[in-house]
T-cell receptor
Framework: DQQVKQNSPSLSVQEGRISILNCDYT??????FLWYKKYPAEGPTFLIS?????DKNEDGRFTVFLNKSAKHLSLHIVPSQPGDSAVYFC??????????????FGQGTELSVKP | GAVVSQHPSWVICKSGTSVKIECRSL??????MFWYRQFPKQSLMLMAT?????????EQGVEKDKFLINHASLTLSTLTVTSAHPEDSSFYIC?????????????FGPGTRLTVL
C-alpha cells in the first residue's frame, strides 16, 4: 500500500524554465510534508517542507504547494538550473502522535535540467 | 549544523559474515535515528526506528534478528547485518532527528553501499 506516490518517474526541463514535481498521498493523518533531493550513492538532502496548516511555503527558487482536499502537493523550482538535476523525493509524516515521526517516502522523480 | 555521518561508505563481504554500519550525528544529539534501505531506482524503505536507550522498533517484514540495531548514545546508532547474503546487498541510509529543530525534520547520512558476494 503506497501511501505516498510520485507518479512521474522522470521529468526533463529546459534551463531557466519552471520544474513542477508532483506528489499524492492517501493517508489523511499526514500533517507534515518534506521534499528531499538525492544524488546517486548519496543520502537525501533536505530542501523544503510544509505543515498541513499552510498551503504554500517558499524558499528562494523552491516553492511547495499543498492542496489538502486533493491530498496533493507539488514542488516548483524557478528558474531551473542544470545543478538541480537529481532525484527528488517527497515524504510525509503523521506528526508527533502518529507514526512516531516516521517519514514515508514516495518513489522519487528524476529531474533532468538541460542547458 | 545537523550533519550525519556513516561509516563505512562502502563494504564488500562474503556470504555468511556480519557487517556493522555506524551512524553518527556530528554536531547535535539525536534521541531517535532511522535506518532505511534503498534498492536501485526505488524509494527509501524504512527498516526501523532506533531510540537511544531502548529497543528499536522494526517495520513490518524486517527481521529484527537479522538486522540488529543498537543506539547506545545520543550520537551513535549501529546497524549490524548478521549472516549477510547476496539479497542483503543494498544501499543503507540512516537519518537522525535534531532535538533543536522541528520534530518532523530528519537529516540523512551519506549512505553505505553493502555488497555481499
Amino acid at each position: 500500500d503506497q501511501q505516498v506516490k510520485q507518479n512521474s518517474p522522470s521529468l526533463s526541463v529546459q534551463e531557466g524554465r519552471i520544474s513542477i514535481l508532483n506528489c499524492d498521498y492517501t493517508n489523511s493523518m499526514f500533517d507534515y510534508f518534506l521534499w528531499y533531493k538525492k544524488y546517486p550513492a548519496e543520502g537525501p538532502t533536505f530542501l523544503i517542507s510544509i505543515s498541513s496548516i499552510k498551503d504554500k511555503n517558499e524558499d528562494g527558487r523552491f516553492t511547495v504547494f499543498l492542496n489538502k482536499s486533493a491530498k496533493h502537493l507539488s514542488l516548483h523550482i524557478v528558474p531551473s538550473q542544470p545543478g538541480d538535476s537529481a532525484v527528488y523525493f517527497c515524504a510525509a509524516s503523521g506528526g508527533s502522535f502518529n507514526q512516531g515521526g516516521k517519514l514515508i517516502f514516495g518513489q522519487g522523480t528524476e529531474l533532468s535540467v538541460k542547458p | 549544523g545537523a550533519v550525519v555521518s556513516q561509516h563505512p561508505s562502502w563494504v564488500i563481504c562474503k556470504s555468511g559474515t556480519s557487517v556493522k554500519i555506524e551512524c553518527r550525528s556530528l554536531d547535535f544529539q539525536a534521541t531517535t535515528m532511522f535506518w532505511y534501505r534503498q534498492f536501485p531506482k526505488q524509494s527509501l524503505m524504512l527498516m526501523a526506528t532506533s531510540n537511544e536507550g531502548s529497543k528499536a522498533t522494526y517495520e513490518q517484514g524486517v527481521e529484527k534478528d537479522k538486522f540488529l540495531i543498537n543506539h547506545a548514545s545520543l550520537t551513535l546508532s549501529t546497524l549490524t547485518v548478521t549472516s549477510a547474503h547476496p539479497e542483503d546487498s543494498s544501499f543503507y541510509i540512516c537519518s537522525a532527528r535534531d532535538l533543536r529543530r522541528d520534530y518532523n525534520e530528519q537529516f540523512f547520512g551519506p549512505g553505505t553501499r553493502l555488497t555481499v558476494l
